[in-house]
């Protein structure tokens, strides 16, 4: 099973800053199948990045993604209030054949 | 655009079984090929349960196999989860969602909260 490992697990930032969430994985992706997910309190997880680089439908392009093997990162450019959120990590391909990081908490400072 | 609706009781009695349902709705389940249950424990992560392929296939997580059952019924464009012999670790949020964007979940349910209580 492939364990994806989330850092920070809290980031605390202002408004307009830059951020950058890390995830790991305990063995390469050789599909490349890595996605990240934003989720707001009460409200279910939100694609943002696919294929490890790629924006979903909709998703502004301060959102970015990059990584390859085992590191990924998710990358916000601008933060505006509304990206305060939870942020997740998700793998495909190893047995089970999803799984998910424990999440990063972005915070405003 | 398809849209997901879960529905089921939001209380089960210890030992019972949890059983919930998923209705697809602007589309047909067979437009996909598999459909997705993932939950959520108040406060903690995402968990992947398991998905059905429109043509009933299914794949589970390992550490629920034993207690999970995931089917379709393509005349009512929905698909359904049961879980037996539930304990209080499976209280969560439980999501319906659909695998669209390769290798990722596009589409999701608003989620319905579960919890085994006596």
Redesign the interface.
């Known amino acids: 099973?492939i364990v994806l490992t989330q850092s920070p697990g809290t980031l605390s930032l202002s408004p307009g800053e830059g951020a950058t969430l890390s995830c790991r994985a305990s063995q390469s992706l050789t599909?490349g199948?890595?996605?990240w997910?934003q989720q707001k309190l009460g409200?279910?997880?939100?694609?943002l990045i696919?294929?490890a680089s790629?924006r979903?439908?909709g998703i502004p392009d301060r959102f970015s993604g990059s990584g390859s093997g085992t590191d990924f990162t998710l990358t916000i450019s601008r933060l505006e209030p509304e990206d305060f959120a939870v942020y997740?990590c998700?793998?495909?391909?190893s047995?089970?054949?999803?799984?998910?990081?424990?999440?990063t908490k972005l915070e405003i400072k | 655009q398809v849209q997901l609706q879960e529905s089921g009781p939001g209380l089960v009695k210890p030992s019972g079984t949890l059983s919930l349902t998923c209705a697809v709705s602007g589309g047909s389940i067979s437009s996909s090929n598999w459909w997705t249950w993932v939950r959520q424990p108040p406060g903690k992560g995402l968990e992947w349960i398991g998905e059905i392929s429109h043509g009933g296939t299914t794949n589970y997580n390992p550490s629920l196999r034993s207690r999970v059952t995931i089917s379709v019924e393509k005349s009512k464009n929905q698909f359904s989860l049961k879980v037996n012999s539930v304990t209080a670790a499976d209280t969560a949020v439980y999501y319906c969602t659909r695998p669209g964007a390769p290798g990722s979940f596009d589409i999701w349910g608003q989620g319905t909260v579960v919890t085994v209580s006596s």
């Open positions: 099973e599909s199948y890595l996605a997910y409200q279910a997880p939100r694609l696919y294929g790629s979903a439908t997740y998700q793998q495909y391909g047995s089970p054949p999803y799984s998910f990081g424990q999440g």
